[in-house]
């Protein structure tokens, strides 16, 4: 099993800035990769940075040059620093672990924390 913890949403001042960590736990090996995804009421789920194993960051347009993910491999822990906030950023934002299984790719994900940009 994998457990996902979030910790570090919470409420903001557009402008501001906030910091989300996700710790990962139990049976995660081998990764693929880890980010974080975000829903907004009454939308889809939506991918907002992933870093792979090799250190690959990948940003939705949306997030370019204000959010950077970051990881810290030793402790499993993977890190998105959200700069420059906007009220279209509030969701619930997703932290999600890819890991192989076998030959698939199975993605599990945090409980989610509440991020709100007020403006």
């Known amino acids: 099993q994998v457990q996902l913890v979030e910790s570090g949403g919470g409420l903001v001042q557009a402008g501001g800035s906030l910091r989300l960590s996700c710790a990962a736990s139990g049976s995660i090996g081998p990764i693929v990769s880890m980010g974080w995804y975000r829903q907004a009421p009454g939308k889809e789920r939506e991918r907002v940075a992933t870093i792979t194993v090799a250190g690959t960051t990948n940003y939705a347009d949306s997030v370019k040059g204000r959010f950077t993910i970051s990881r810290d491999s030793a402790k499993n822990t993977v890190y998105v620093q959200m700069n420059s906030l906007k009220p279209e950023d509030t969701g619930v934002y997703y932290c999600?672990?890819?890991?192989?299984?076998?030959?698939?790719?199975?993605?599990?994900w945090g409980q989610g924390t509440q991020v709100t940009v007020s403006s």
């Open positions: 999600n672990l890819k890991k192989m299984i076998l030959l698939l790719v199975a993605d599990y």
